[in-house]
């Protein structure tokens, strides 16, 4: 069974787009020189392939592997076997990683040994505090007190890259109003960017009808990919020790995100974000060791960024619990385009819970129209008003899971008979008494940051560490593949 | 003299099939036909990307062709399905969207076209109430549809609920209650959850061993029939919570249990199988070429019931017949259609052969 989340594939949860039938990707084979007629293949006894050559010599088949990069570049199927995930993306492989650190430390070769980040997001933290049952902000801490021991140099959580992708977000969406009083068609509706699953539907099947609208911001995991691979080494004062960045995300297809071509450097041959590790994975490893969060000692979380050290970990903001970006990025345009109007909060929700809207109303006429649009169902209404030119929204913030990154597919799943409603309710509980994140304009660490890492607001170097762009994949038809 | 002498009599119900009609004007495989709710029309779509739409003038004998829809699809036209008021129509595409097809204008126009599946799909059907509409494909997935008062449908479940390529939707005869059957060697119910307007899957019938490609419901509502790749018919019979036959229900949802399999009559795949809401006859649709329809016997019971073939039409079509469709108003009126690229009619007539 497949673990991708939310629109990819996920189990136990009716609200998603299949994975693929068969999978259609070429593969390329390099024909040998020597046969005319061609080659007898033969299956051993042992299931593997192999050649017999015209002289009947026996030659072994290599095993086509088709890797996460060929699958995210293929238009045959939203996702691809598990399988291909697990080489680089795995607790497996995090373990390795961490294991082999340990035995350079042992061995006294510190100097070799990578430097091991780890960022950890909101909804994880929420996911095993509920499940441990532990407070949220001493689940983080356990958390860090965890991965310290597993020889994790720097622990951070995410309100850093959080608070980039919000002014990011914000200013993208004013200057699209704008574009868009000038006349470009496909400057609004301004789409979310941050859901992997839903960003990935979109190339694969909309392709150039639905990627115009949606967000260049980058999401926090990737921004932190590059806080981590670009601020890093100056904050270290060692711009050769290899970074090691794992992340801590609430769904599968983070996995995917990390790997896009996008995201990898080719100069140092890294990508961003290293591994990618999920609140299911993290329950099986703690579990696997017999132990329970609760019992781990708290650690302190690291603050490598300029200015003072935020005390605040783990916060809420007025919006969803995948980020809030609809409620921000609302009453930022409110206040910049509209200042006379009271903006008010109210969303209602329109079919289904899981699609909600709220509107700004200037002399009786609706100015501003945001959506916040969950689960697959409410994806495709969009999608289908958006190609039919019906859709009224200036803004909606999209992911993939019902309910959102609270209820992402590699949040742990309910036990002991707790219905999994019942557990989002919990975490949307636990959410709400979080303590209310401050603006991130007041943010001294970003601010500084835009200042001295980014060369200021209007860079190419901001822009390339905090936007991306995405890619439509154009659709293989194959009279192959019909069946009746 | 005559010599009188007692036999023993034994009596059968019997039946027959009479060819009424062979229409042809597809071109192609005809993959379905199906009669709009008053009896008076039906459609036929196929290989050719065409619905063609049948009547017959008063007094007249033989159905024509009145109407081809065209233009609506860009591949083969798997099936096709009416809407409860019989003002709609429905066309489910290989092109991996469903046509949705209205006579505002006086004539059927393509009015609408509801585009999300990843693949073929497979099957189209209006719910009694006429406000959803579900569809289902080889992308293992079925929808459901929500139309409003403007015409606009909106997607109101994605189910994933199969494992496989699913075959068929069909939905229940009162209630809104929707059976899909698959690849996957399965039938699955679904049924809305008020808490959040989500479909959910609140059966699954498995017995079959291959793929099921055709499920009908008798006119209760309350009986499944099934036909499948593994050359069987089934019937299933709905329990409630709490059933005097103490048959084990779980979480409060009805059990359907297969009471009966009927095998040993089909020498192929059963690609379709109607359950005649006036008559209660079971016509199926072979790739033997044949269609064959099966009574209950009067004696039969409702945990173990019985059912007779009393009918076989070898070569019905000269080649596989891919659909079979009682008329709902006509009594014993089937309409069938196969890979020959005709559509029969034919009239059923039951006789009692005495032994």
Known sequence: ?484 | MKVLYVCPVEMAASGRLDLVDSLTGHRGRVWNVSWNPTGTVFASCGEDKTVRLWTKSSGQRTWMNKTVLTDGHQRTIREVAWSPCGNYLASASFDATTAIWDRKSGEFECNATLEGHENEVKSVCWAKSGNLLATCSRDKSVWVWETSEDDEYECAAVINAHSQDVKKVIWHPHDDILASSSYDNTIKLFREDISDNDWINCGTLASHESTVWGIAFDKTGTRLASCSDDKTVKIWQQYLPGNPEGVVTQSNEPTWKCVCTLSGYHSRVVYDIAWCHQTDLIATACGDDAIRVFKETPSSHKNQPEFELICTVHRAHTQDVNSVAWNPKEAGLLASAGDDSRVNLWQFKEETIIF
């Open chain 1, 1 to 484: 069974m497949s673990h991708f989340s939310g629109i990819l594939q996920l189990t136990d949860l009716d609200d998603f787009i299949t994975p693929s039938q068969e999978c259609i990707k070429p593969v390329k084979i390099d024909k040998s020189k020597s046969s005319g007629t061609g080659s007898k293949i033969k299956i051993q006894s042992d299931g593997s392939y192999v050649q017999l050559d015209e002289g009947g010599a026996i030659q072994p088949l290599q095993r086509v592997d088709i890797s996460l990069t060929d699958c995210l570049a293929c238009s045959g199927c939203i996702t691809s076997a598990e399988t291909v995930l697990i080489t680089q993306q795995s607790q497996d492989e995090m373990m390795r990683i961490f294991n082999e650190k340990r035995k350079l430390i042992d061995s006294g070769q510190i100097a070799e040994a990578q430097f091991i980040v780890v960022s950890i997001s909101m909804q994880p933290a929420l996911s095993l505090a509920e499940t441990f049952c532990i407070p949220p902000e001493s689940a983080l801490k356990k958390l860090t007190g965890y991965f310290k021991r597993l020889g994790a140099d720097l622990v951070v959580d995410m309100n850093v890259a959080d608070d980039f992708v919000l002014l990011e977000a914000q200013e993208e969406f004013i200057e699209r109003y704008r574009m868009k009083a000038d006349g470009s068609k496909s400057a609004l509706p301004m789409l979310a960017s941050s859901c992997p699953g839903w960003v990935c539907y979109a190339e694969k099947t909309h392709g150039s009808y639905i990627l115009p609208y949606i967000s260049t911001t980058k999401s926090p995991q990737q921004v932190m990919g590059s806080l981590v691979k670009n601020y890093l080494p100056q904050y270290l004062k060692d711009s050769n020790r290899p970074i090691y960045h794992v992340t801590v995300m609430p769904c599968y297809d983070k996995k995917l995100e990390a790997s896009r071509e996008d995201f990898f450097d080719s100069t140092t041959n890294t990508r961003d974000v290293d591994c990618v590790i999920t609140a299911i994975e993290l329950e099986q490893l703690i579990l696997s060791e017999r132990k329970n969060l609760a019992e781990e000692e708290e650690g302190e979380l690291d603050w490598p960024f300029p200015g003072e050290k935020s005390t605040l970990h783990l916060t809420s903001s007025l919006g969803s619990g995948s980020g809030g970006y609809a409620h921000h990025i609302f009453l930022h345009a409110a206040k910049e385009l509209f200042p006379d109007q009271q903006a008010s909060l109210e969303f209602k929700a329109l079919r289904n819970q899981d699609f909600q809207e709220v509107t700004l109303e200037k002399d009786g006429k609706v100015v501003l129209r945001f959506g916040i649009a969950n689960g697959f169902r409410n994806i495709q209404n969009l999608v289908q008003k958006l190609k039919r030119n019906k859709c009224s929204y200036d803004y909606v913030e999209i992911m993939a899971c019902p309910s959102g990154c609270l209820n992402g597919g590699a949040q742990i799943r309910p036990k002991d008979g707790t219905s999994p409603k019942e557990m989002i309710s919990k975490l949307e509980a636990l959410y709400r008494q979080l303590p209310l994140k401050a603006k991130p304009e007041c943010n001294d660490a970003v601010n500084t940051l835009y200042d001295t890492l980014l060369g200021g607001r209007n860079s190419d170097k901001k822009k390339a560490l905090l936007h991306t762009k995405y890619h439509a994949l154009e659709k293989n038809s194959n009279a192959l593949n019909i069946k009746w």
